[in-house]
């Protein structure tokens, strides 16, 4: 199956927002064993979008586009695609009636604008959106298939997962594809590379590896093509047991999982439950604890404490620790574990202080110093780690290696 | 001038990463004045990259292409472009020895690979790469220019900013083109259309308005064309401020402005702290607050209260509120305001409580049911807000609607 994509949006081409929904569809589309020819983007303008569409599906067997759908004045593509096809706009009563609904829930009034949504052109079968207004819209010509849908990522994103791939794959039925994901953390892509080159070398040809790194995380992914497709699996499992044996505990889960997933599970097993104390993370690490739901049943909260004053009322540091040490330093972030643990009466802290940037460096602690410990009642371990430069990715990075703190304490795997 | 880009490599289309180069580029030439006719990404296939050029020249003045410039196997845009003009690859003697130079700095050796990518087409100009090995190439044609870039990003933005954007500037002076943003929260896209109908009828044909909405937030976008770039400019501002004025209280920006950065600056205007207590959004809030670089001027810090006991014991909220209105209430609400002022020793808190989902709702308190408080120590405003299914939607979405709450309550414009 060939895959052409075209994002619609004069909003891409000025540069205002960058195009994130190519990238996320072509991994999906990958996944899926399809191949993609290539990515279109143009503005908003009836021509470039017809125009797009004949070169797209001259290449593909498929046609994707996104953006365009909404209620206001510039968005056209349900007008260029009616005319692409040569069929009126009709009115669709059970699309007006969802959105009333949808907006009677919100408490809000619909406006003619939503109404005007509600226009189709008359060769679409309607795919559901159940993230926002406005349906995806499903086309076949000659054999081809021609999606639109919405830009909003995340509207984009479900539509795709519970509607577009799964009638892809029953429309053009391929060579069975497999992949399996091995997921770690703690070490760099050419660290694990250089741990796995033997493995790698001895895969067979139709079973490639790989690297798909992230904060501190490598996911590696095996994806194998055959015909018996029980075989291809049986031989994926064997390689991904190879790998996982030789990097042992950098391994912290495999496939869909993630690693806040991962903590959780492993607090509701041994029934801790955990806090953080957070200060230059500003409670990102609360919130990647909490983005997992049922997270209840293991956190407590978190202190995030900002200002030093806060540091001493809420987590009971002391003012010579942080006359002494300052408050980027181990002796601060194992008095927050304690204090932490007895505030918010939880079994499992861990704690994070550090320069996020851009200010707030000094030649012996530069932005990018973080201290982080992680103990219990019994112990507290501590270390520090070295980020880069940029404020955010400073902020995600450390949270992201606060959470496989956690998970080596809670395995027993850190060291006195 | 009208200019089209063509982002060359097998990773984009795979999705192993996202072609961020095309909006930055795309940015940089809205800046200097030029229309973007698309963005094409193709793998690494000298069919796709010829096919590609074509297209974009027949749309566009100018052709710049990032990607497939480096030393290995699959890069193959410079082989694509010689055939394209039909020329010869010729080796350049001083992009050899430059190359050269930079490892022998470096301490490493260079191989047969850096050899083979000192050929170039021999129609190129050759753009000096100050970041990297290799080189820019300038061509012409007809009148039209094609540019070819390595897609290192901080290469390519190199190039650009030091060679091709003079150069085009020169080649090509054209009309000058300006934009306005304005920044609003609190309604949606089709509700804030509804308001500026009338203003964007009366908009002249040289003027286009675009509504960029995100969580919340709807970013209007004025872009406008003109030979007089004075004239054109005091046109924008006027549209700019009827648009304002129509809206009112909805606009918390301008430009490039976060709504983040503007609570920011208001806070630190007033001498004011801030401080949050959060529930169902778990410590994102407080994040979104010190995502901004400086935020340890205005913010004292957060306590996520997970559990009932934290809400208790960290913010004194009532046992009795807790069973007799749950947690998700606008009494409990009010309490963890006035609980977080006083623990942490702030002067203005702001408050939530909700259902994040996708668990926890009941038919009087849906998924989405969200309430949240802002005040400080003499006055405190509740709302309760609708979000929708998603569990990471609504803890961003909420996060983004209580910066808003806290921005009207400093502004005054919260009514008891």
């Known amino acids: 199956m060939k895959v052409h994509l075209i994002t619609v949006g004069d909003e891409i081409l000025i540069g205002q927002i960058t195009d994130t929904n190519s990238g996320w569809m072509a991994r999906q589309l990958n996944l899926a064993g399809a191949r993609l020819t290539g990515v279109s983007s143009v503005g908003d303008q009836e021509e470039d979008i017809l125009r797009a569409l004949e070169q797209g599906l001259a290449l593909a067997d498929v046609v994707l586009m996104t953006g365009g759908l909404g209620p206001t004045k510039d968005d056209i593509t349900k007008k260029a695609l009616a ?17 009333i609904r949808f907006f009677e829930q919100l408490g809000r009034p619909t406006s003619e604008a939503h109404r005007q949504q509600c226009f189709m052109p008359s060769n679409a079968s309607l795919l559901r959106n159940r993230m926002g207004t406005a349906p995806g819209m499903w086309f076949e010509q000659d054999g081809k298939v021609v999606v639109s849908m919405p830009g909003v990522p ?18 053009f039925p391929g060579l069975p594809i497999a992949h399996r994901t091995i997921l770690t953390a703690g070490e760099g892509e050419s660290s694990i590379a250089a741990r796995l080159e033997k493995i790698e070398d001895s895969l067979p040809g139709h079973i490639r590896l790989a690297y798909l790194p992230n904060l501190g995380q490598v996911r590696l992914r095996l994806t194998g093509t055959g015909t018996d497709e029980a075989a291809l699996r049986r031989e994926l499992d064997h390689y991904a047991r190879l790998i996982h044996k030789q990097l042992g505990q950098l391994v912290f889960g495999t496939e869909q999982e993630q690693l806040e997933g991962v903590v959780g599970q492993l607090l509701r097993e041994k029934g801790r439950m955990l806090c953080t104390a957070e200060s230059c993370t500003g409670g990102y690490l609360a919130h990647l ?13 978190s202190i995030v404490a900002y200002s030093n004053e806060v540091k001493m009322k809420q987590l009971g540091v002391s003012r010579a620790t942080l006359d002494t040490h300052g408050a980027v330093s181990e002796a601060c972030v194992r008095e927050m574990v304690t ?12 704690a994070i202080s550090g320069i996020a940037g851009p200010g707030g460096g000094t030649p012996e602690k530069p932005v990018g110093t973080i201290w982080m410990a992680v103990g219990d009642r019994h112990r507290i371990f501590a270390q520090k780690i070295h980020a880069g430069k940029s404020r955010l990715k400073n902020i995600e990075y450390a949270s992201a290696h606060a959470l496989n703190y956690v998970r080596r304490f809670l395995l027993g795997q850190l060291e006195s």
């Open 154 to 171: 995340y509207e984009m994103e479900s539509i795709m997962e519970k509607e577009v791939v799964p009638r892809l794959m029953q429309h």
């Open 83 to 99: 005319r692409f096809f040569g069929v009126e706009m009709v009115f669709d009563e059970p699309t007006y009636s969802r959105i």
């Open 289 to 301: 604890v909490t983005s997992v739901a049922g997270s209840s049943e293991y956190f407590k909260g």
């Open 339 to 350: 204090g932490a643990i007895s505030a918010l009466e939880a079994d499992v802290a861990v």
